[in-house]
């Protein structure tokens, strides 16, 4: 008879925002009449740009026309797109990259969970609490031993390697989801020395990085001295250009990290060209687009956008005074809720009508905590604070 992978066992019966919109489905059907504001999962709002739906229009047409039609793409993403990264690269971070180091995908949650393939079931994972649970999942899912590293007010939410510190496998997401801290150059240094000293790969997650307004921090991990030889980097157009539905995203993956003689490039370009068939042509003539002066000044609208409603947020948060971070580098509010995270979110839900995400669900430092994201509208986050405020005052 099969047998099933048991480390399923091990997980939480659902992933944290599946099990949330189960909830607020739940309570909604058990009260039509509620008008919930959803601040919960990351989900943009704003539409695509102009630039962005021309090129996507432009590419559709061209699939339509036996002339100019296309069938399976490069593997690893067409050259125009490569090239654009590689430009965004330079301008944006000063790192320069080569086309073989990118490879372009349907977005980071698959490639980070994916990426755990490459990788012996017996390594020792780090990964720092709270932060983004498909790190954990994917692992649970793998059977892999993991390490928690906590973050906490004391350290502003970015933890560093001690003396103590033993791994194989690193996870950092920068600026942090859920917290919005973002390790200064100096700090990622010690993660990059720790990891080429150990031997051990880091896996750092980007995609918040267009959202760094500080341009003393890094928004990539090859800003740092070192990092060739120990980092691949995640990024995504999910929210840098509104791509949660359009999926497009890109890894970075060196080819100076070589493991006991072996390319981690090779190995991931071998696992892509056997299990993935590439993004949709027309998807990544979308995702050029965005890397356009004008489509990338048309990101950047929206991406003020949300940080003006971060500034809504934080300061209904300053008038109550409420203890929180992020919102500045980041689009999320990290706030203290001082009660278990979901006993918060139940009488937010219930009594606000507002949906936000439980620290707790983020890892155990996250209890006492909540995520309120800078997504919605302008008009609903307005709405969502007067609510909150009638409801904390
Ligand atoms: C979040 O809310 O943390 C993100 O939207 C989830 C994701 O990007 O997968």
């Given at each position: 008879m099969v047998k099933l992978?048991?480390?399923?066992?091990?997980?939480?019966?659902?992933?944290l925002f599946a099990g949330i919109a189960r909830r607020i489905k739940e309570y909604k059907e058990a009260n039509p009449s509620a008008d919930i504001i959803k601040?919960?999962?990351?989900?943009?709002t704003r539409p695509l740009t102009k630039t962005v739906v021309e090129a996507l229009e432009k590419a559709s047409k061209e699939m339509g026309a036996a002339e100019t039609f296309r069938g399976y793409g490069d593997e690893q993403g067409y050259a125009f797109l490569q090239e654009q990264i590689k430009n965004y690269y330079k301008r944006n971070t000063g790192v320069q990259l080569e086309s073989s180091e990118i490879f372009v995908s349907d977005g980071a949650k698959s490639d980070v969970g994916n990426f755990?393939?490459?990788?012996?079931?017996d390594n020792t994972v780090i990964i720092p609490d709270?932060?983004?649970p498909v790190y954990v999942d994917s692992n649970i899912m793998n059977g892999r031993h993991i390490v928690y590293i906590e973050g906490n007010e004391a350290n502003g939410f970015l933890p560093l390697p001690d003396q103590n510190t033993k791994g194989d496998i690193i996870y950092l997401c920068s600026p942090n989801n859920p917290t919005g801290a973002v390790y200064t150059k100096d700090q990622l240094k010690l993660w990059v020395d720790f990891a080429n000293k150990q031997g051990a790969v880091i896996l750092f997650?980007?995609?918040?990085?267009?959202?760094?307004?500080?341009?003393?921090?890094?928004?990539?991990?090859?800003?740092?001295?070192?990092?060739?030889?120990c980092a691949v980097e995640f990024c995504s157009l999910s929210k840098t250009a509104g791509f949660t539905g359009t999926r497009c995203g890109y890894t970075i993956v060196p080819?100076?990290?070589?493991i006991n003689g072996v390319s981690l490039n090779k190995m991931w370009l071998r696992r892509q060209t056997t299990k993935f068939n590439g993004t949709a042509y027309i998807i990544q003539r979308g995702a050029e687009a965005v890397f356009t002066s004008e489509g990338y000044a048309g990101c950047k609208e929206n991406i003020k956008y949300y940080q003006e409603n971060a500034k809504i947020i934080a300061s209904t948060l300053d008038k109550l005074g409420i203890w929180y971070t992020g919102?500045?580098?980041?689009p999320y509010i990290w706030l203290k809720c001082n009660m278990d995270s979901w006993e918060f979110f139940d009488l937010l839900l219930q009594k606000a009508g507002i949906a936000g995400t439980p620290g707790s669900g983020f890892g155990k430092?996250?209890?006492?905590y909540f995520r309120l994201t800078a997504f919605n509208t302008k008009e609903k986050t307005e709405e969502a604070m007067r609510r909150f405020e009638k409801l904390f005052i």
């Open positions: 992978n048991k480390n399923y066992n091990n997980l939480k019966k659902s992933y601040l919960s999962i990351g989900d943009v755990t393939e490459l990788f012996d079931t709270p932060v983004y997650d980007a995609a918040y990085e267009s959202f760094i307004t500080d341009d003393t921090l890094p928004r990539s991990i090859f800003e740092i001295e070192g990092a060739r030889t080819e100076d990290i070589m919102g500045i580098n980041s430092c996250g209890d006492g």
